[in-house]
């Protein structure tokens, strides 16, 4: 089973646009944590935000935004007023620490943000 | 702003041969990783490494794979003999932390092409 589901695989928005990309995760751990990565066309991984299972507080941080519902086990990222520079491959990520506190990250299979200027 | 830095950006081989893939992490990070994505797939976890020593490894993490930071600076992932499955973007991460809450910060990965 998929730990981290991401069911849009592509979207595309008119630049201006705001855009919500899905994040749905699985996990039997009641602490845990969430991760959103953007990989632009260069190719690197870069950091975009870590969320607690403990704080469902929703952050915003300029234009992105991120709101983390554990009824439904979700944490979705918007973008407001996009940009072309935000084109991207988003992914979401899950960690969940054992007992020796291994956390490995567990990414979904990301989200092709297009945006047409 | 420190950054992981991997080297080579590409590295292309002949099927069977051996590559060695080079990293140097965040210099105050203790815990190093490498994942890797095989072309428009999601990115896998491979190996984490902590004090000299392999932390926790996948099962895609088979005997042809090693990880060694030979000095104080390098990581590396050793392919023994490449297959062309695996061909893949290679990404190495460092984190300060090994909790769970650590952040996993990585580097631009290498593109392995086996022939």
């Known amino acids: 089973a998929q730990k981290v589901t991401q069911a849009q695989t592509e979207i595309s928005v008119v630049e201006k646009e705001d855009v919500t990309l899905d994040c749905v995760y699985e996990?039997?751990?009641?602490?845990?944590?969430l991760f959103w990565y953007k990989q632009p066309p260069s190719g690197e991984l870069v950091f975009l935000i870590r969320?607690?299972?403990?704080?469902?507080q929703n952050e915003i941080s300029g234009r992105y935004s991120w709101n983390f519902q554990k009824s439904t086990s979700s944490f979705n990222f918007t973008i407001t007023a996009s940009q072309v520079v935000d084109s991207a491959v988003y992914f979401c990520?899950?960690?969940?620490?054992?007992?020796?506190?291994?956390?490995?990250?567990?990414f979904g299979t990301g989200t092709r943000l297009t945006v047409i200027p | 702003e420190p950054e992981v830095t991997q080297t080579p950006s590409h590295q292309v081989t002949q099927m069977g041969q051996e590559v060695i893939l080079r990293c140097v992490p965040i210099s105050n990070h203790l815990y190093f990783y490498w994942y890797r994505q095989i072309l428009g797939q999601k990115v896998e976890f491979l190996v984490s490494f902590y004090n000299n020593e392999i932390s926790e490894k996948s099962e895609i993490f088979d005997d042809q794979f090693s990880v060694e930071r030979p000095d104080g600076s390098n990581f590396t992932l050793k392919i023994r003999s490449t297959k062309l499955e695996d061909s893949a973007m290679y990404f190495c991460?460092?984190?300060?932390?090994?909790?769970?809450?650590?952040?996993?910060?990585f580097g631009a990965g290498t593109r392995l092409s086996v022939l």
């Open positions: 991460a460092s984190s300060r932390t090994r909790t769970g809450a650590n952040i996993q910060y």
């Open positions: 990520a899950l960690s969940e620490p054992d007992q020796t506190g291994a956390n490995n990250l567990f």
């Open positions: 996990t039997r751990d009641t602490t845990y944590y």
């Open positions: 969320r607690n299972s403990f704080d469902e």
